[in-house]
Structure formats: structure tokens, C-alpha cells
Nanobody
Framework: VQLVESGGGSVQAGGSLRLSCVDS????????VGWYRQAPGQQRELVAA???????QYVGSVKGRFTISRDNAKNTVYLQMNSLKPEDTAVYYCYEDYWDTRTYELRRAWGQGTQVTVSS
């Protein structure tokens, strides 16, 4: 599993960004995927995730503004972020939970992180 993120950047408050995360190494259609973020001096927090192939969850602070989606044909998960606020500023990381067929363990792979900066 190799995750590559893109789409971060700098925007003004109220703007939008879409993050993408591609699994270039395997078929992720049956795997759990989601997004975390980490602001300076803060713990990493779960932003959005697929809890099942068709069910999603969001942290309260982004509900109604962010949307997670996935395109299994492209092995890609997206995070559409609208109405961005300065407090959304953080490094965003995608993840994928997968079954390691060599060790028979459930593992989590992470993307490299992408910076999102929202100015007021």
C-alpha cells in the first residue's frame, strides 16, 4: 500500500480545497479509508472516514462543510473542504486500513501529509 496525497494549499477563509489520496500499490475497494489532520502543537485528530463501504463519519467541527468520498475504480479517496476557516489550518493525512497477507495482521498505511493553510 502506497498512499500519495495532493491538493493542499493556501486559501482565504470561506474558500474551498479538495484533497486527493491515491493508493498506487493495491486495490483498496474493501479497505477502510479516511483523513486525519494535525495542527501545530495539537494531537492528530480524525476528520472524516468511511466506517463501512457506504457509511461515513465526521468530526463535529467539519460537519456540513467537509465531504469525504471515494472512487474505487481510481483507488482514490477525496476530501472536499468548503467554507474553510482559519482553525482548519493543519497538515492533513489520509490513511488506509488493510489486511497484511504476509503477517495476517490489520495494518494502517499513511499518506505523506499535505499542508492546508486558511487565512482570515
Amino acid at each position: 500500500v502506497q498512499l500519495v496525497e495532493s491538493g493542499g494549499g493556501s486559501v482565504q477563509a470561506g474558500g474551498s480545497l479538495r484533497l486527493s489520496c491515491v493508493d498506487s500499490g493495491s486495490d483498496f475497494s474493501n479497505n477502510g479509508v479516511g483523513w486525519y489532520r494535525q495542527a501545530p502543537g495539537q494531537q492528530r485528530e480524525l476528520v472524516a472516514a468511511f466506517t463501512s463501504p457506504s457509511s461515513t463519519q465526521y468530526v463535529g467541527s467539519v460537519k456540513g462543510r467537509f465531504t469525504i468520498s471515494r472512487d474505487n475504480a481510481k483507488n482514490t479517496v477525496y476530501l472536499q473542504m468548503n467554507s474553510l476557516k482559519p482553525e482548519d489550518t493543519a497538515v492533513y493525512y489520509c490513511y488506509e486500513d488493510y489486511w497484511d497477507t504476509r503477517t495476517y495482521e490489520l495494518r494502517r498505511a499513511w499518506g505523506q501529509g499535505t499542508q492546508v493553510t486558511v487565512s482570515s
